[in-house]
């Protein structure tokens, strides 16, 4: 069974600064697609970035960027220019590609915490 | 505007008795989804749909039961075998690799 490790259950950066956030997953699959969800405090989920399995080349999404080792099983998110709307949960995610509509398996989440 | 509404935002059940969470989507997504938000934990799957009148169990669902009569209607019932029901519960759709989320319903059980 495929698992999503966020071993940093609290993180904090100074506004404007970089903070890369960590995960970790496991499978035995090849395809498959990884995401980096944001939970603010109003608790609706958003998605950030997402990576294809299959995609050499690490997404990036304005200020948010991903750093995917498909080797290490290592997907973690880099964060620059923080502000303070960036203050939220961020959960990491697994989905396999085998179908179009397999189940997402989450991580237990990261609270990142902007300094002002 | 398209999108997931979920009500009520807060509800509050007495223990024993069943309350059934609503989720209506207007994205004319085929699959949706049920999940189970406690603190310090990820989201947890209770129940997905990925057709009308077709539903599978999630990781968690016992306590609970899900119906599917319409492609816009994903309800859950939290049933009084839910022995720790008082969570945080997110219903999403989806038509392909992205979920969308609703804004959740917070149950309380008094």
């Known amino acids: 069974a495929q698992t999503v490790t966020q071993s940093q259950p609290e993180m904090s950066v100074q506004e404007a600064e970089t903070v890369t956030l960590s995960c970790t997953y496991d499978?035995?699959?090849?395809?498959?697609?990884l995401f980096w969800y944001k939970q603010p405090p109003s608790r609706q989920m958003i998605l950030v970035i997402r990576?294809?399995?299959?995609?050499?080349q690490n997404a990036t999404e304005n200020r948010f960027s991903v750093n995917f080792q498909k080797a290490a099983k290592s997907f973690s998110l880099k964060i620059s220019d923080s502000q303070l709307g960036d203050a939220a949960m961020y959960f990491c995610?697994?989905?396999?590609?085998?179908?179009?509509?397999?189940?997402?398996?989450f991580g237990p989440g990261t609270s990142l915490s902007v300094i002002p | 505007d398209g999108g997931i509404t979920q009500s009520p935002k807060y509800l509050f059940r007495k223990e024993g008795q069943n309350v059934t969470l609503s989720c209506e989507q207007n994205l004319n997504h085929d699959a949706m989804y049920w999940y189970r938000q406690d603190p310090g934990q990820g989201l947890r799957l209770i129940y997905y749909?990925?057709?009308?009148?077709?539903?599978q169990k999630g990781d968690i669902a016992e306590g609970y039961s899900v119906s599917r009569e319409k492609k816009e209607s994903f309800p859950l019932t939290v049933t009084s075998a839910q022995k720790n029901p008082t969570a945080f519960y997110l219903c999403a759709s989806s038509q392909g690799i992205e979920q969308f989320f609703g804004p959740g319903t917070r149950l309380t059980v008094l």
């Open positions: 749909s990925q057709i009308v009148n077709d539903f």
């Open positions: 995610a697994y989905r396999s590609a085998k179908t179009s509509y397999d189940k997402v398996i």
């Open positions: 499978t035995s699959e090849s395809d498959y697609y």
């Open positions: 990576q294809e399995a299959y995609k050499q």
